[in-house]
């Protein structure tokens, strides 16, 4: 998404945690700027927020906790899960949206997942974090539509990212990705590079982008 927004003329700012990933990111595209911070760090996010104008926001930080049945989860997977998941998304938009309200404009676009949407086994706890997002956009948008900031909901089905590679070895996440029954991350982007292209009187509240093949059970975003 950086990538494609930076080529589509947008001054990028890029937060994450691998100072790696960053530079990795910087030498795709020079004009990114990158910004290494652990968006569970309220007081850093505050920091950077604050001498930011924000006319875009995208929460796209996510991560899988290991899968398996709920009643044998561990209490820290359950809390790092909604943290990162929901938590810290909720607290970064309410650090920009005052300033989209003051000036009558903005967009906030949520990475969700079709686990929101549909009940998968052995991720219930990143479901019911993904669900919050999605009530959480829908109620942001009846929040915020009157002052001309729109919002959206990405709905992905299975997407080639890095989400299971601290839980599944590169043998398994190869097989899981085998077969060409994964949305690449390109796609998504050049879909949000399309829906910020909008008029700002329309508003996508949401969008769903699944796999043309099918995929198993387990294989959600």
Do not use: C, W
Not at 89 to 101: D, F, N
Not at 137 to 143: K, M, P, S, V
Not at 169 to 176: G, L, Q
């Amino acid at each position: 998404m950086a990538v494609e927004l930076s080529a589509a003329g947008y001054e990028v700012y890029a937060v994450g945690r691998s100072k790696t990933a960053l530079e990795e990111l910087r030498a795709l595209r020079a004009e990114i700027t990158p910004i290494a911070v652990d968006i569970t760090d309220r007081d850093a996010l505050e920091a950077i927020v604050s001498d930011l104008q924000i006319d875009v926001l995208i929460n796209n930080a996510g991560m899988m906790p290991p899968l398996g049945n709920f009643a044998d989860m561990r209490v820290s997977d359950i809390d790092a899960t909604l943290e990162v998941n929901l938590s810290a998304a909720i607290l970064l938009t309410r650090l920009v949206v005052p300033q989209m309200r003051e000036r009558g404009a903005g967009h906030i676009i949520f990475t969700g997942s079709a686990a929101a949407h549909t009940a998968f086994p052995n991720i219930a706890v990143y479901s019911a974090a993904k669900a919050g997002i999605a009530g959480f956009a829908a109620a942001l948008r009846a929040d915020l539509s009157q002052h001309g900031i729109r919002v959206t909901e990405i709905v992905p089905g299975r997407v080639e990212t890095q989400l299971y590679k601290d839980i599944l070895d590169a043998e398994a996440r190869a097989a899981m990705y085998a077969g060409n029954v994964a949305v690449q991350p390109i796609d998504v982007a050049r879909m949000v590079v399309a829906v910020l292209g909008l008029p700002a009187s329309a508003d996508v509240t949401r969008f769903d982008i699944m796999p043309t093949r099918p995929t198993s059970p387990s294989g959600t975003k």
